[in-house]
């Protein structure tokens, strides 16, 4: 067993330590939000909350949950991540199949043309006149077909077959008869389980993070996706809390602000708590895609 030189062992003791800075850097704003949700305002707002509850109250929740839309946003969100990560797998894995083979006639060219939409858009305004065009205003569908795919996925994809599945395999499918479709359904994507995995990760946290989209193209308040619900909660707890300002009244002003901060803290925790409980469990996904196409072998 090799001991460890005395640079060796500097460098561990720096590297305890920046690691445990990091941890705090990183969980410090949890906690502290996961805290000042549960506590009374006048205490975070003096200062004397700063990590642990203090005041416990579940007011905040109280009040986002008997709003009926976040349920509703709650639905919606589900279905658009559910679904549009279904179609994002359907566009990009395919896409990035075919564009993998060295067969695959003007696959240099179809590759250049998708990576100038990376660097260049067509802008807003454009962009809602071709929603608008194709009847998908008010609709689920706006929130899915705009971004089926990816271009970095799709790079991504990409690369993880061309240093993944080697082409001898693809010869002997071949030589026992097997056609494109077969090729691709039963060999491929048996063998691509690790890149589906990390993209149905990543299309699925753009899905449940998404609001742009929504605040653009949906007015119907039915369809709101939860993102935007809880913003709209926020917009207004906010325009409540300045109309308050203009009464004369010091105590309702308070209360207004109270209320406020109280729902603040709450949306926060509804929104991100279940990519918080669900990432642990897709941590070695999110590595693996990050790590895809860094080693060949």
Not at 203 to 214: D, R
């Amino acid at each position: 067993m090799i001991k460890d030189t005395y640079s060796d062992k500097i460098f561990k003791v720096f590297n305890y330590l920046f690691l445990s800075l990091a941890l705090i850097i990183v969980l410090y704003p949890i906690i502290f939000i996961v805290s000042a949700s549960i506590s009374s305002p006048k205490f975070v707002n003096s200062g004397e909350m700063w990590l642990l509850p203090k005041g416990l109250t579940f007011e905040g929740y109280k009040m986002v949950f008997q709003n009926p839309q976040i349920w509703i946003g709650y639905k919606n969100t589900l279905i658009y991540t559910f679904l549009g990560t279904a179609v994002n797998l359907l566009v990009t894995i395919p896409a990035a199949y075919a564009l993998s083979r060295k067969d695959f006639v003007g696959r240099g060219f179809i590759m250049g043309l998708m990576l100038v939409t990376m660097f260049i858009s067509g802008g807003l305004i454009p962009s809602y006149l071709l929603i608008k065009s194709l009847g998908l205003i008010d609709t689920i569908w706006v929130m899915i077909l705009p971004g089926a795919a990816s271009v970095y996925n799709v790079i991504v994809c990409r690369t993880f077959f061309q240093s993944t599945i080697p082409g001898e395999l693809e010869e002997s499918a071949r030589m026992d008869g097997a056609g494109n479709f077969t090729l691709f359904l039963k060999i491929i994507v048996p063998l691509s389980a690790p890149i589906i995995a990390v993209m149905a990760l990543f299309y699925g946290v753009g899905h449940w993070n998404s609001y742009f989209n929504a605040l653009i193209y949906i007015r119907d308040q039915d369809l709101y996706p939860l993102q935007l619900v809880l913003r709209q909660i926020l917009v207004l707890q906010e325009m409540s809390a300045e109309m308050t300002m203009d009464a004369s009244t010091v105590e309702a002003l308070q209360n207004k602000a109270t209320i406020a901060d109280t729902v603040k803290y709450a949306v926060i925790i509804i929104a991100t708590l279940p990519l918080i409980v669900i990432y642990p469990f897709m941590q070695r996904f999110f590595v693996k895609g990050v790590m895809i196409g860094s080693v060949k072998g």
